[in-house]
């Protein structure tokens, strides 16, 4: 397991090293969409993203999605101004048509709204976002941290998506210990820099 400082340092020697964070996003995008080809032949796909890095990981997940044929929709449920620089970099690669308002005709949600940079408190669209997630009857994959949770104490922060399935995005974060039985690893190469 891994604390948010210790990923943070992880990430801050790749970039030392010539990794961009646009990288590791990609590899990040990559490994989660093909944990979801795998796992969820023929199924639609509904990524639910915010405006940090973890939206980003869902908006590149779902351009890759989309180029193997996967019936894939967005809800970004932000504001286009607020994406962080990477992020709007993969929001721009995605067709407009793909952008929905819900997760209403989804069998597989995936929460990509926050990840481990993120204190946030649920409140307005996000928390709105979270109820809708949690109503739905889908099966519910949170990426790297169920929105809500805090990645360091395991704490709720206000209310929380309650995944089925969490990938965690390089190891399981201290804080997530209770979610272990339901979490998968997905390789983003930092493993040359521990």
Same mark, same amino acid.
């Given at each position: 397991?891994?604390?948010?400082?210790?990923?943070?340092?992880?990430? &801050?020697? @790749?970039?030392?090293?010539?990794?961009?964070?646009?990288?590791?996003?990609?590899? @990040?995008?990559?490994? +989660?969409?093909? *944990?979801? @080809?795998?796992?969820?032949?023929?199924?639609? +796909?509904? #990524?639910?993203?915010?405006?940090?890095?973890?939206?980003?990981?869902?908006?590149?997940?779902?351009?890759?999605?989309?180029?193997?044929? =996967?019936?894939?929709?967005?809800?970004?449920?932000? *504001?286009?101004?607020?994406?962080?620089?990477?992020?709007?970099?993969?929001?721009?690669?995605?067709?407009?048509?793909?952008?929905?308002?819900?997760?209403?005709? @989804?069998?597989?949600?995936?929460?990509?709204?926050?990840?481990?940079?993120?204190?946030?408190?649920?409140?307005?669209?996000?928390?709105?976002?979270?109820?809708?997630?949690?109503?739905?009857?889908? #099966?519910?994959?949170?990426?790297? $941290?169920?929105?809500? $949770?805090?990645?360091?104490?395991?704490?709720?922060?206000?209310?929380?998506?309650?995944?089925?399935?969490?990938?965690? =995005?390089?190891?399981? &974060?201290?804080?997530?210990?209770?979610?272990?039985?339901?979490?998968?690893?997905?390789? +983003?190469?930092?493993?040359?820099?521990?």
């Amino acid at each position: 397991m891994i604390s948010v400082a210790e990923m943070i340092e992880l990430e &801050k020697r @790749a970039e030392a090293r010539g990794v961009s964070k646009l990288q590791l996003m990609e590899c @990040a995008g990559k490994g +989660i969409a093909d *944990v979801l @080809a795998e796992k969820f032949p023929g199924q639609r +796909i509904v #990524f639910v993203c915010w405006h940090g890095n973890n939206g980003g990981d869902g908006f590149t997940a779902a351009r890759y999605l989309l180029d193997e044929g =996967v019936s894939v929709r967005v809800w970004f449920a932000g *504001v286009e101004e607020k994406l962080a620089s990477e992020a709007k970099a993969n929001f721009s690669r995605l067709p407009k048509n793909i952008f929905t308002n819900g997760v209403h005709e @989804a069998e597989v949600v995936v929460d990509c709204l926050l990840g481990t940079g993120s204190k946030k408190a649920l409140e307005g669209p996000l928390a709105e976002a979270v109820k809708e997630i949690n109503s739905s009857c889908a #099966f519910v994959v949170s990426v790297d $941290v169920p929105t809500g $949770v805090d990645p360091d104490s395991g704490k709720s922060r206000g209310g929380f998506v309650d995944c089925d399935l969490l990938l965690s =995005v390089h190891d399981l &974060k201290k804080g997530l210990a209770k979610f272990a039985a339901k979490s998968e690893v997905v390789d +983003i190469g930092l493993k040359a820099f521990v």
